[in-house]
């Protein structure tokens, strides 16, 4: 994330996504990012980033998401078949 100065009192985090190398060319993710404690996804169409954090979510997903989101292979299918993950999101 990086922090950008709108005025001299409000400030706001922007992500710094990668774009999703999307290998089987059916996912519905398009960016993300990964962080020491929570992975970000930005899904087609969608203008929200949901952030799947440890403070919600067990870190064996996070990690495991980790590694999806890096290969660009299985992360969509990962949050749709655990909901553990799918249901802890935090929507901005």
């Known amino acids: 994330m990086i922090l950008i100065k ?16 999307n290998v089987s060319g059916a996912s519905g993710i398009t960016h993300y990012e990964v962080d020491e404690d929570y992975v970000a996804v930005k899904f087609n169409g969608e203008p929200r980033v949901y952030y799947y954090s440890s403070v919600h979510i067990p870190r064996h997903h996070i990690e495991k998401m980790k590694m999806f989101a890096v290969s660009g292979k299985g992360l969509a299918t990962y949050i749709n078949k655990n909901p553990e993950v799918r249901n802890n999101a935090t929507i901005q």
Do not use: D
Not at 6 to 21: D, R
């Open 6 to 21: 709108i005025t001299a009192a409000l400030f706001i985090f922007v992500p710094m996504m990668t774009v999703y190398k």
